[in-house]
T-cell receptor, first 111, second 115 residues
Framework: DQQVKQNSPSLSVQEGRISILNCDYT??????FLWYKKYPAEGPTFLIS?????DKNEDGRFTVFLNKSAKHLSLHIVPSQPGDSAVYFC??????????FGKGTSLLVTP | DTGVSQDPRHKITKRGQNVTFRCDPI?????LYWYRQTLGQGPEFLTY????????KSRLLSDRFSAERPKGSFSTLEIQRTEQGDSAMYLC?????????????FGPGTRLTVL
């Protein structure tokens, strides 16, 4: 049973615009959420995280928003750059070790 | 490079053979994780170690799979009697317990193809 869902397999955005990637989860025990970026033939690279006690965390061009009541989080990338083109995975944890991943969203940023 | 390293990067084997993968975590990290990723899916948790102790195993880790971390540093993942369904990317990650949020840092993975 998929506890973390990324319902958009792909997203295309123009360079300079905002990219919004969405993620929903079903397990209310999840207390820690992360976003990873993955290029082909490489392992996932950690981007940004947020704990359940916060509703927003920002790091440069990347901001993660958490809506616990809706069990929803999103990653905003502003401004989007061609180098941001990759697969983005949302992950969540409830026990501090195993990460539960979504299936990923492939982002394409076009010039 | 002081990131997580994995060896080999690619492995092609015939069904029924045994394979072993190695993971070297970031040197000061005390937690080490194994995940498996198949096409179109996100990584799936297999098992994790805190120092040399294996503390959790997923139901995905059948009895043909065994993982070790003998001295709390590098880890090995062995698959015995490989099956075609074992074809996947095997990812290793490490983290440092006690730094607050437990961010896991991943290696490049070992891609296994079972013919």
């Amino acid at each position: 049973d998929q506890q973390v869902k990324q319902n958009s397999p792909s997203l295309s955005v123009q360079e300079g615009r905002i990219s919004i990637l969405n993620c929903d989860y079903t397990n209310s025990m999840f207390d820690y959420f992360l976003w990873y970026k993955k290029y082909p033939a490489e392992g996932p690279t950690f981007l940004i995280s947020i704990s359940s006690i916060k509703d927003k965390n920002e790091d440069g061009r990347f901001t993660v928003f958490l809506n616990k009541s809706a069990k929803h989080l999103s990653l905003h990338i502003v401004p989007s750059q061609p180098g941001d083109s990759a697969v983005y995975f949302c992950a969540a944890s409830d026990a501090g070790y195993a990460l539960n991943f979504g299936k990923g969203t492939s982002l394409l940023v076009t010039p | 490079d002081t990131g997580v390293s994995q060896d080999p990067r690619h492995k092609i084997t015939k069904r029924g053979q045994n394979v072993t993968f190695r993971c070297d975590p970031i040197s000061e990290h005390n937690r080490l994780y194994w995940y498996r990723q198949t096409l179109g899916q996100g990584p799936e948790f297999l098992t994790y170690f805190q120092n040399e102790a294996q503390l959790e195993k997923s139901r995905l880790l059948s009895d043909r799979f065994s993982a070790e971390r003998p001295k709390g540093s590098f880890s090995t993942l062995e698959i015995q009697r490989t099956e075609q369904g074992d074809s996947a990317m095997y990812l290793c990650a490490s983290s440092l317990l006690g730094t607050g949020l437990d961010e896991q840092f991943f290696g490049p993975g070992t891609r296994l193809t079972v013919l």
